[in-house]
């Protein structure tokens, strides 16, 4: 049995991907960022920290996207998906698991600040105006490295680009992708793969960007 505790449009989307890219059938477990569902002590009970994702799988629980990728990647290494000690690829894509969250971090405070303090926002201009500029800072070098290939590695497609499944897909609502030309073909290239399609079916509807942008408010 393989169990996912996802919330539609997070950084579980990561983890729901990647099982479908390794063919594995999971039950899928909904929850809500604003509903009280990841409070409750049912879920407490799996992820102390109310968090997602969590994967049940092998008689065990895993918390966190980078340790889950991992895990899978070299539980089932037939699947082509992670670089193993040994490979020379290992340590680029150990470095792309830590940068997905390095990203994911701003993404959260923007999302914080943005959506989840209230209307109107207490946060202060100068702040979101910082975070949108880190956050930008992070996708240049994701542009050079796309302007050379199609995936993250040189050898091609790996659980490293499934790690970015949450952050491709909420960054455009903070920053204009306009001047990200390799980075729009990437998110293109993604969106055609028939794994990516199957798990956005199983992803669920988003409820928490109401808005397709969320521009820096002016100064009071």
Known sequence: MIRLHHVAFSRSFRILWLLEEMGLEAEIRH?????GSLRAEEYRSIS????????????????????????????????????????????????????????????????????????????????????????????????????KRDWLLPSGFSAADTMMGFNLFSAPYFVDFARFGALRAHIAR???????????????????????FYPVPEEA
């Open 48 to 147: 102390p920290a109310g968090r997602v994702p969590a994967l049940e799988i092998d008689g065990i629980t895993i918390h966190e996207s980078g340790a889950i990728v991992e895990y899978l990647c070299e539980t089932r290494p037939e699947h082509g998906l992670g670089r193993l000690p040994g490979d020379p690829e290992r340590v680029p894509f150990l470095e792309w698991l830590g940068f997905a969250e390095t990203q994911a971090s701003i993404l959260a405070s923007l999302n914080m600040q943005h959506l989840f303090m209230g209307d109107p926002s207490p946060a202060s201009p100068a702040v979101l105006r910082l975070e949108a500029a880190r956050l930008a800072s992070t996708l240049k070098p994701m542009e050079a490295v796309m302007k």
């Open 190 to 212: 993604i969106e055609a793969r028939p794994a990516y399609v199957r798990a956005r079916e199983k992803d669920g509807v988003q409820q928490f960007y109401s808005k397709p």
């Open 31 to 35: 929850y809500g960022l604003t509903d």
